[in-house]
């Protein structure tokens, strides 16, 4: 176990959504500072934390300059060129490790690496070629989702198959942009839930309760605690969330998003090597929020409970959405949370609220 960072410390974030701007406020709260690296001036986290670093991510300049002024450093996003954290970690510590960014980064070395440790998820095929996509939706009875193998998020690079003969292959793989792909199979899901997870730099692992999340134009819309499914199925999540932390040798948190079956059985839909836009209720309903919790391990701190003191439901502003703030500011019992974007472009997420319950039984 390292040693914690002393407070006046400095972390470095890379990338500077929204995500990175929660980072830094949590940073801040624990007597941290923050660098932010990211292209665009002014961003969401940059409003925030203490100095902005101008420059892309696998800007080489900016990357020393981020590697010499900070004592550790995250990221917000999973798209962090691999190449450029591993070149960071060589001066100063990366966490979560670079390898949980490989892994997620690829749909396709995701599962073999889920499978790999025992978790189940959706049948899949790698698609390099119309004939392996024929071939793959003659296994899946004609109904899959054929994915981009990498840069996809919110059900961007995505198209659905239904009752699709082998014949309808024909093309995909040009007017998907010739990129490596995968066929997954089609999942009857009775409902998608994720686990917000962490892993202490000493090893401990703690969890938040699953959240139900609902998708919009496969954005998520909204996230619901306690998620409906049961204590097995909980602890079932939660295990899974625990043995990937632990075969990637994490530090830091993580987002798992499961697809819950009729039977109670789960299917990892995929990982997020960061905090989770479906674990933005934790900083209502939780005395420690994901963001917080990131922090601690990041910087060697001892884990906070992830216990809630609350239901609720956490719901996304998007776009235009974000006018109804002023609204929703007037119930009492709501913590609102804008990210500070000057322009509300439709499926932009611009802000979340969520709304708190009593605590009733998961
Ligand atoms: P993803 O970008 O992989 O998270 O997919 C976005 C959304 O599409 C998920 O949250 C699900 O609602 C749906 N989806 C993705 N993969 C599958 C699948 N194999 N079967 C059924 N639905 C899926």
Redesign the pocket.
């Known amino acids: 176990m390292t040693a914690p960072l002393p407070a006046g410390s400095t972390i470095g974030i890379i990338g500077g959504g929204q995500l990175g701007r929660m980072l830094a406020m949590a940073a801040a709260r624990l007597g941290y500072r923050t660098i932010v690296l990211e292209p665009q001036a002014d961003c969401p986290a940059a409003q925030v934390a203490n100095h902005q670093i101008v420059g892309a991510y696998d800007d080489a300049v900016a990357l020393r300059e981020l590697a010499r002024r900070c004592d550790v450093v995250t990221y917000e996003f999973e798209n962090v060129p691999v190449n450029a954290a591993q070149v960071l970690a060589e001066t100063v510590a990366v966490l979560p490790p670079p390898r949980a960014l490989d892994v997620s980064q690829d749909?396709l070395t995701e599962k073999t690496f889920l499978n790999g440790i025992g978790l189940r998820t959706?049948d899949f095929r790698a698609v390099e070629a119309d004939e392996d996509l024929g071939a793959a939706l003659r296994d899946f009875k004609g109904l899959?989702?054929l994915?981009t193998r990498r840069m996809?998020?919110?059900?961007?690079g995505?198209r659905v198959f239904r009752n699709a003969s082998p014949d309808e292959a024909s093309g995909v793989f040009k007017a998907m942009g010739g990129v490596p792909l995968i066929l997954?199979?089609?999942?009857?899901?009775e409902r998608?839930i994720s686990v917000i997870a962490a892993r202490g730099s000493g090893g401990a692992l703690c969890a938040y309760d699953p959240a139900e999340?609902v998708?919009r134009d496969?954005i998520l819309h909204t996230s619901t605690v306690p998620a409906g499914v049961g204590l097995g199925v909980a602890a079932a999540a939660k295990q899974a969330a625990f043995a990937i932390l632990q075969a990637l040798d994490y530090v830091g948190v993580i987002g798992v998003?499961f697809?819950v079956l009729a039977d109670g059985s789960l299917l990892v839909?995929?990982i997020a090597p960061r905090v989770h836009n479906s674990g933005h209720w934790t900083e209502a309903a939780c005395t420690i929020s994901q963001f917080e919790q990131h922090v601690r391990a990041v910087a060697g701190l001892p884990l906070g409970l992830a216990a809630r003191h609350s239901d609720c439901v956490m719901e996304n502003l998007i776009g235009d959405e974000v006018q109804r703030a002023a609204q929703l500011a007037h119930e009492p019992n709501l913590m609102l949370h804008l990210y500070g974007k000057a322009e509300a472009r439709p499926g932009r997420k611009m802000g979340h609220f969520t709304r708190l319950g009593p605590l009733t039984e998961a």
């Open positions: 749909r959706a899959g989702i994915k996809g998020y919110d059900g961007k995505q997954e199979s089609f999942v009857s899901f998608e999340n998708h496969g998003e697809f839909n995929e």
